[in-house]
């Protein structure tokens, strides 16, 4: 079995929790929002610091526990859920804020669905979201999380992990 | 009546989902829309309108769309009412749990009008509708 851990050998994090989240960023934003989102290399994340605008967590509980982040541009974001609604909407409002939330849960519920054929059965919180220039994420477990960079046309985000066995 | 003519309570807790569900309800012909921010909402809505067809969010606060479909199968003047359950997650354990509780089908986020669409009719097919 293979494993990120050059950050904190205390804390690896199995590969098998990449492509879950990859895949269901894709299907998710492809589907509701109409964008083809495309991801850059993987890397652990030591900070608190998110690396977007607005951002959306959920906790996940089961045969593997931690939580996911999503961080978005003000760019990316507007993007997405515009096209979610098919409104143009151009600032960080109730309805961006709402649809991040929303938008994490999905991720959460498509990747746990891959990682349930895996052997993983994970339930999630209530997704919370959170806003504004350098704010910071805390996750569950407090050890490095994994990101995957993303960007579409307008702009980026990220999908940050930090879910252990 | 004609399967697009019913009116259809869609009960999520976010608004945001709500709106992308009415508008892709919109995209395949059904107009005569309700919305709840949850199970208690819903069920307020449910006595206070005709309706014919129920899509509900699973994960809810104050009640959630299990309890609430629990809730209407238990009511007597309701417990025919369509239900088509919105879930972010397809797990075993919640299918089977919907089931027995008289779901009549669910749906996996993300999807299209068109699988909307679909599961919308197949239900109504079903109940002779």
């Known amino acids: 079995m293979r494993w990120l851990h050059d950050i904190d050998e205390r804390q690896p994090m199995n590969v098998k929790f990449i492509n879950p989240f990859l895949d269901g960023t894709v299907s998710v934003l492809k589907t509701m929002a109409f964008v083809e989102p495309r991801a850059a290399k993987p890397y652990l994340k030591v900070d608190n610091l998110a690396k977007g605008d607005v951002s959306g967590i959920i906790g996940l509980t089961g045969s593997a526990t931690g939580s996911l982040a999503l961080s978005f541009s003000e760019a990316a974001i507007l993007k997405i859920v515009s096209n979610m609604l098919g409104e143009n909407i151009k600032s960080l409002n109730s309805d961006i804020k709402d649809a991040v939330g929303e938008i994490t849960n999905m991720i959460s519920g498509v990747a746990r669905k891959h990682l349930e054929a895996e052997g993983f059965y994970i339930q999630a919180a209530i997704p919370t979201v959170v806003s504004g220039k350098d704010h910071s994420i805390t996750h569950v477990l407090g050890g490095p999380s994994l990101i995957i960079p993303f960007e579409i046309d307008e702009g980026t985000f990220v999908v940050d992990v930090c879910l252990n066995e | ?129």
């Open chain 2, 1 to 129: 009546m004609s399967e697009k003519n019913i009116k259809v309570l869609i009960v999520d807790d976010f608004a945001t989902m709500r709106k992308v569900v009415r508008n892709l309800l919109k995209q395949v012909g059904y107009d005569d829309i309700v919305e709840a921010e949850d199970g208690v909402m819903a069920l307020k809505a449910l006595k206070t309108h005709k309706i014919d067809f129920i899509i509900s969010d699973w994960n809810m606060p104050n009640m959630t769309g299990l309890e609430l479909l629990k809730a209407v199968r238990a009511d007597a003047e309701l417990a025919s009412t369509p239900f088509l359950m919105v879930t972010a997650e397809a797990l075993q354990d919640n299918v089977v749990a919907a089931v027995k509780a008289g779901v009549n089908n669910y749906i996996v986020k993300p999807f299209t009008a068109e699988v909307l669409n679909e599961k919308i009719k197949k239900i109504m097919d079903s109940i002779g509708k």
